[in-house]
């Protein structure tokens, strides 16, 4: 009888830690499936604001232009920006983003003055750049990008105590996949304050 009990009670333990085991996987797999549904939501929800934005100009004077440029920037942006400096929206133009060096002599050949343009190295410069202007008493940045662009500099501007407004260029086309990658980059500067130089 003894010999019959004995392995009964050995394999109790090992029932019972199976049944844990399996009750930790189950839950850890709820767990995952609430964070990428939490996730996709986020996305989906930054993606849906960034389209909502780039629907709206909201061109209005403004202490600083911030000129969101792409790596290769377009003429329809390069013309938009300038337009918008030439008909007095603000006196001071800042140029981000990973088409930089080709925006500013862009605007430069269009005639803007040198001494209207501010030239920050990075995201963390432009930034820095923003900030000095609530410093000197400006309260407000007028956002000039592509439609992608616009929600995380927007944010950015805000962030820096201004109040932000977004004016993109007329007839760019709002790309889905663009606006998901750009929900990407808007949600690692919410979260973990990550802005890469391309963007900034």
Do not use: C
């Not at 290769?72 to 930089?100: C, K, M, N, S, T």
């Not at 606006?179 to 808007?186: D, F, K, Q, R, W």
Request: aromatic share 4%; hydrophobic share 50%.
């Amino acid at each position: 009888m003894g010999t019959s009990a004995q392995p009964a009670a050995e394999r109790e333990p090992r029932r019972s830690s199976t049944v844990v085991l399996q009750s930790g996987l189950a839950q850890a797999r709820r767990l995952l499936v609430i964070v990428l549904a939490l996730a996709g939501l986020g996305l989906g929800l930054a993606a849906l604001a960034g389209a909502l934005q780039a629907g709206r100009d909201e061109a209005r004077r403004a202490d600083i232009l911030l000129v969101v440029a792409p790596a290769v920037p377009g003429a329809p942006l390069i013309d938009h920006a300038f337009e918008l400096y030439r008909r007095g929206y603000a006196r001071q133009v800042v140029v981000a983003g990973a088409g930089r060096p080709q925006m500013e002599a862009a605007l430069r050949e269009r005639g803007l003055p040198p001494d209207a343009l501010g030239t920050p190295d990075d995201a963390a410069a432009v930034a820095e750049r923003l900030r000095s202007v609530r410093a000197a008493g400006g309260d407000s940045a007028l956002v000039v990008a592509q439609p992608d662009a616009l929600l995380l500099h927007l944010k950015l501007a805000h962030d820096q105590g201004l109040r932000a407004y977004g004016s993109p260029p007329r007839g760019q086309p709002v790309e889905p996949l663009a606006l998901l990658h750009s929900a990407v980059s808007y949600w690692a500067y919410v979260l973990l304050g990550r802005l890469d130089n391309g963007a900034g």
